[in-house]
């Protein structure tokens, strides 16, 4: 288990030792060691600050936007998958307790996992502190998705959005090509998109499903001209090599 000193600086909030402790236990965890509370309540909390952190900001944010859309786009940036992704960058897995079955099947990777305990996070940083201090928290991790749902256009995923924008180019069709590697209890999935023939992004997961959404991303970034997650470069009209 690493410092939790650590893991508040990266988050940049204060939050009391006791309720620290609280927010980062698997109910795994707790069940293997007497019934303890669990960050359950706190993730019940830190969901709803979360969901209205995001939709007011989308409400002040884009006054002629229609409610399908600004609920689109909401549902891009509080989905599992986009929490689990900033726990991961992040590297939440590292300080939560887990019972040692969810330890053995690689618990602090799985999507769920992160995702509920980011938003356990979130509500421990409310009772710790304030709400203005957990919308701030809120807003320091989730504006850069926003950010990228403006971008999706119709879409609610990268899939779908990659899938237009090829399609308005007439590039061609779309194909995954993945690979998974590791042992059957922690797989990390690494996927290709190409289009026409062409390789356009590369992403990684720990379901092909999440390593095909990040090599959409990629893809849509190289296509764009919007700023890449990986170091590699290409321009928008240009295939990119891996």
Do not use: C
Request: aromatic share 6%; hydrophobic share 40%; net charge negative.
């Amino acid at each position: 288990m690493s410092s939790t000193e650590e893991l508040l600086k990266r988050l940049g909030v204060s939050i009391d030792a006791g309720t620290l402790r609280l927010a980062l236990t698997h109910r795994s965890y707790a069940y293997e060691n007497g019934g303890i509370p669990t960050n359950e309540r706190l993730e019940f909390l830190g969901d709803s600050i979360l969901g209205f952190s995001v939709t007011d900001a989308l409400y002040r944010d884009n006054p002629s936007l229609p409610e399908g859309d600004l609920a689109k786009r909401r549902s891009a940036v509080v989905s599992t998958r986009a929490l689990a992704g900033i726990g991961r960058s992040l590297g939440i897995g590292d300080y939560i307790y887990l019972g040692q079955g969810e330890k053995l099947t690689e618990g602090k990777n799985k999507a769920s996992i992160l995702a509920d305990t980011m938003e356990a996070l979130i509500g421990a940083t409310y009772v710790s502190n304030d709400i203005e201090t957990a919308r701030q928290l809120v807003m320091r991790l989730i504006g850069p998705l926003l950010k990228d749902a403006a971008a999706l256009g119709a879409g609610t995923d990268w899939k779908t959005s990659i899938q237009e924008l090829a399609a308005s180019r007439q590039l061609g069709s779309i194909h995954y090509v993945v690979e998974g590697s590791g042992p059957d209890h922690a797989r990390t999935f690494t996927a290709v998109l190409e289009i026409g023939g062409n390789a356009y992004g590369k992403g990684s997961g720990h379901s092909k499903k999440e390593a095909e959404q990040e090599a959409a991303a990629d893809a849509w970034r190289v296509l764009s001209g919007a700023p890449r997650a990986v170091a590699a470069d290409a321009s928008a009209d240009s295939a990119a090599t891996y």
